[in-house]
């Protein structure tokens, strides 16, 4: 798996997250994208750094979805 494809299915989970939450339902696919990727370069995983590699991207998209709302919403 190339980075591209990575960080796609990163992208389709972290969606699919924040549809499950009914305080999220009503941010745009756009808003909830660049928040996931906003929440990717704060882990520092970008293709030239090589840490995706190491973790699946459900993992990650997991991880920051967690982290998103213990900040943006104290949960």
Not at 17 to 41: G, M, P, R, V, W
Not at 48 to 63: C, E, Q
């Amino acid at each position: 798996m190339n980075y591209s494809e990575w960080k796609q299915e990163y992208l389709e989970r972290f969606l699919f997250l924040t549809k499950q939450y009914l305080c999220l339902e009503n941010y745009s696919d756009d808003f909830s994208s660049d928040i996931a990727n906003e929440l990717l370069e704060y882990g520092c995983f970008n293709e030239n750094l090589g840490f995706w590699r190491d973790i699946s991207p459900k993992a990650v998209a997991n991880g920051s979805f967690a982290l998103w709302l213990k900040i943006y919403f104290r949960v």
